[in-house]
């Protein structure tokens, strides 16, 4: 039987992907949903700053270094808003990188639900080590 938390990581997880297709990335389409107490209080995907041409690789497919990352996006719409990211949960289509995972951390989000495994993983054990609990939604 299904659990209730797993149903509510699935569904949320289904809207990161379908927000990850708003992406004008080509390489990789990342969505992320930050979530507190059932509500959705952020969103994000990755790709380029505002203001900047959504072109977000060069010519041989490399990724701009300015490109923000989906997990970024969404916890910068919450530092500029009323709501706070502790105690959060972020569900994210790719597990974050380590330069993410020190965000995630010291935003106070507490649990990282993704879907596929990035290449690298060592943003992972960081995250564990900080006490965070991830979550890899297989095959959802």
Partial sequence: MITKDRRYHIAY????IEWSNLSHCHRKKVGALIVKDGMIISDGYNGCPSGIDNKCEDEQDNTYWYVLHAEANAILKVASSTQSCKGSILYITLSPCKECCKLIHQAGIT?????DKYRESSGLDFLKDAKVK???LKDE
Wanted: hydrophobic share 50%; net charge positive; proline share 0%.
């Fill in 13 to 16: 997880m289904k809207m990161a």
């Fill in 111 to 115: 649990t990282v639900v993704y879907k």
């Fill in 134 to 136: 991830t979550i890899h």
